[in-house]
């Protein structure tokens, strides 16, 4: 099995901010698999499919960033998925707009979802996609920065990163991590 998990906060308020990005790559990844997000349980909106003999399940929690691993944990406890086959996207402060990094593992880096994540899933051992959202001006209150939407001129590099993300997620499906970093990062 392979859950993959997309970072942000509910509701039409936060669309295409710059803390949605993970959001964004689910979305992306469930019209190229062809999955539709209509279940809702556990704190989140999910949905599945078998790709070559291998479920595949795309989530949203919907708990708002900083408790996003109460989601998480009893979806993986109830479909008895390891750490090992969790794939998280969320937005980086420390990465330039529309840059990607794949990793195996980590800390949070300051993320309160990550950190979320680490507190209920009980391990720093899951695989990752960051996507940059680059840092607020200087004197700039982060919160409003993370909570605000992109400038036009950073449209077109977020909306290729949030591709590439989640091609990556495609590929892992089907061909080793380690392989999907090596071409994406």
């Not at 996207?89 to 990465?95: E, M, P, T, V």
């Not at 794949?102 to 507190?119: D, E, F, P, T, Y």
Request: with cysteine; charged share 25%.
């Amino acid at each position: 099995m392979k859950l993959i998990v997309g970072l942000g906060n509910p509701g039409t308020k936060y669309d295409q901010t710059r803390h949605n990005v993970g959001f964004e790559v689910i979305d992306y990844c469930a019209r190229l698999l062809g999955i539709t997000l209509s279940e809702s349980k556990w704190k989140g909106q999910y949905g599945f499919t078998t790709i070559n003999g291998e479920k595949v399940f795309l989530v949203k929690p919907l708990t708002y960033m900083n408790l996003s691993g109460e989601c998480i944990r009893p979806l993986m406890d109830f479909y008895k998925i390891d750490d090992s086959e969790l794939l998280v996207a969320y937005d980086d402060l420390d990465l330039p707009v529309g840059k990607i990094r794949l990793r195996q593992k980590g800390g949070h880096g300051g993320h309160n979802g990550i950190k979320s994540l680490i507190a209920h899933v009980g391990t720093t051992d899951f695989k990752r996609i960051r996507i940059g959202i680059d840092r607020p001006q200087q004197g700039e209150n982060v919160a409003n920065y993370v909570l605000g939407t992109f400038r036009p001129d950073e449209k077109e590099d977020i909306h290729m990163a949030i591709e590439q993300a989640a091609k990556a997620c495609e590929s892992w499906i089907s061909e080793d991590f380690i392989q999907v970093m090596n071409k994406y990062n």
